[in-house]
Structures are given as structure tokens and as C-alpha cells.
């Protein structure tokens, strides 16, 4: 009965997407959201990912649709595998050790100590586990809409590419980086790595009645230090969205003469009738012992954390209100999920 509500309620968007962030072993639990969302029936026609969330990202959209969970466990299997095998890491290049010490200051607290750290897996190795789950003429046939994000190290600017607008591939998979103390990337002679939030690359697709999966492995709890990057994102947006569509309230209310002024035809070009719902779901929330859930890869963490996408998921779609369309008077609704436990409305 739950699925059957679900997917009613899913017939009144026209765009289903799903934004994956960083996280490098937390990724396991974005897969397994994906994963119920396949179970599901619900097919993301847009996505964006960086990091760890790239990776995948290019795996879903670089499969088609009844083998894309198959793919994702695969390679997350595989991957774990590879990350707790016995014997001593090859010593790092100049390359590797400059990177280190640019992401020991400048990564987020908590996460800092991965900047010292030698990968879990090698650059080599990664590639060669994503060349393997990933078709890249399939991502970039258009069928889906991707978005990877990245931070370009020359400017500091957050960088995103499009397959709308460029030919993806392998570097731009691993351009923000997807596992700590890898190397940066170069694409076009410029360096590229670390995580760029990509709630807001939303903002720049057709518009349309949205409904936003924003998968966080690790997002900080409110009033522990103020909002986390992703919740200001998601915060601007709502605020955005919610001013278009009051303005379009406003201009349904003004006379015709009024409406034909330059002046109120320039705010009411503002105005928009369409709706976004994001569901925000995140894993972990506590920073205790952070850099160590992010480098533990053994199958039982992988599974657990797996499992608890899934968990998250299906609880989503099962509620009896998160899919309703939102208030007439706002443009976005925001529902969120930590630790498997719902927030109040926001």
C-alpha cells in the first residue's frame, strides 16, 4: 500500500532528483538509498554528485536501470576488499604529499586527519573499479542528467560539469576527490579536488515540479556549530522558491491594467507557479570519530551503513505527507531524516 501511495503521489513531478555528497566510506549508505529507490520504482531523471557521491553517480547513471544497484554493491564490495587487504601502501609522490598538506588546511574539522593519510585505495585502483561499473557512453547519452562537482585549486571556485555541457569522464568522476589523501586531478590544465556542494546546481535545470532526494552521509547536526553547507543550500533555495511563488500569488491578484506596467512585468518574470520537495536524508550527524566511520570500509560497516539508506528511504516514501503537495503559498517544502529518526517540518 505504501509503494502504491508513493508512486500516485510521484506522478505529479515532473523532475525526480537526487543529490550525493562526499563522505568516502559513508557513500555506502547513498547506495543504499538508491538502491530502495530502484526497489521503489522511483528512477531519478537528474543527478549531481562529488566526492564519493560522484563516483556514485556515474555508476548509476553509467548503467542502465535493473543493474544499477547490482553495479553499486559490486563495486562497493570490491572496494572494501581492495581498501583491507594486508601490506604497506606505496610511498606518495610530490604531487600527493603537496595535496596532502593543502587539504590538512583547509579540509572541514573532524575530517582533517584523512588529509595525512595514505588512500584507502590507490588512484589506479579507483580508476580501474569505476572504469569496470561505469559505461560512459551511457552517461553522457543524455538520458539522464548528471552533475559532479569539484573545487577548482587554481581559483577556490566550486567547479561543476554538466553532461549537458561536456563529454564526462573518469577525471571528472574524480575530480572532487572521493577518498582522502588522493592526488588532485587535472582537467583542461587545471588542478581540481575536494568536495563542491551541489544542492544549488538545481537552480540552473528547466523548471519544473521538482521532488529532491539530498543524500548526506555526514551532515552536522543544527545548533552544533551553526548549519552545515547543505542546509544553507537547501535553506536558500526554499527561500528563493517560496518569494517566486508568492510573487505569482501577487500577480494573480493584480488588475490587468496594473499588470501590463514595465515595472511589475519585470517582478512578476520572477513569478513561478512550480514546487519543489526535498527530502533530506542524512547518516551520520555526530562528528565523534568521524575520520575513522570515513575510513572504515570493512564489509560490516559497508553493509550497515547500506542497509540504513535503504531504512531511510523506504520510511521516506512511506510517510503519509512528505509527497502531498506543499502549502499553495510555498514554492519548496523540506522534510529531513538523521539516523533514521524524522525532523520536524521545516
Known sequence: MARGRANKNLARFERIALVL????ALGAYQ????????????????????????????IIAGNPPHERALRLRRFWDELSRLALRAGPRAPGSCTRALWRRWRAHWAPKGAAALAAEEPAVSAAELRALIGEAVDFERVNSGALRVVLGAVNLTTGAETFFDNDRHVLGLDHVLAGTPLGGLPPVEIGRQLYGGAAVTVSALDDARPGDTLCFVVDGYDPAPGAGGLSR????????????????????????LPPAMRSELDIRRCLAEASEVTMTILHLVHESNATGLAEKMTDFSAAALLRRWKAGEKDVAASLAHPLWLAPPPRISGAVVHEMRGGVAASLR
Do not use: F
Not at 555528497?21 to 568516502?24: L, N, R
Not at 538508491?34 to 556514485?56: D, F, Q
Not at 544553507?232 to 508568492?246: A, C, K, N, P, Y
Open 21 to 24: 555528497s562526499g563522505g568516502a
Open 230 to 253: 547543505t542546509a544553507r543550500e537547501i535553506g536558500t533555495m526554499r527561500r528563493i522558491h517560496d518569494l517566486r511563488r508568492r510573487v505569482a500569488l501577487l500577480g494573480e491578484r
Open 31 to 58: 547506495a543504499g538509498a538508491y538502491a530502495a529507490l530502484e526497489g521503489s520504482g522511483v528512477r531519478p531523471n537528474w543527478i549531481a554528485g562529488t566526492a564519493i557521491g560522484a563516483v556514485n553517480a556515474a
